[in-house]
């Protein structure tokens, strides 16, 4: 099987830092390892949707409510 080289793998990092830019590396990254875990995921038999045992009987936390933010600029003085 093939394995890149310390040389290569510089090689190809450079030519996807070009290609994709520096501001879309960390999104295209955080994309790769969230499709990676829901893969990992979805061979297991894990599912996000089923509850672990024993949160059935706590409360759901109260979200709280939102506010409103008035410029400086439409306050009344």
Do not use: C, H, N, Y
């Amino acid at each position: 099987m093939w394995s890149p080289s310390p040389v290569e793998l510089i090689i190809i990092l450079v030519v996807v830092l070009i290609v994709f830019g520096p501001k879309r590396l960390p999104d295209l990254g955080r994309s790769l390892g969230r499709g990676m875990r829901e893969f990992k995921d979805s061979v297991t038999g894990k599912d996000k949707d089923e509850l672990p045992e024993g949160s059935a009987d706590k409360p759901e936390p109260t979200k709280p409510e939102p506010t409103t933010v008035t410029p400086a600029s439409e306050q009344k003085s």
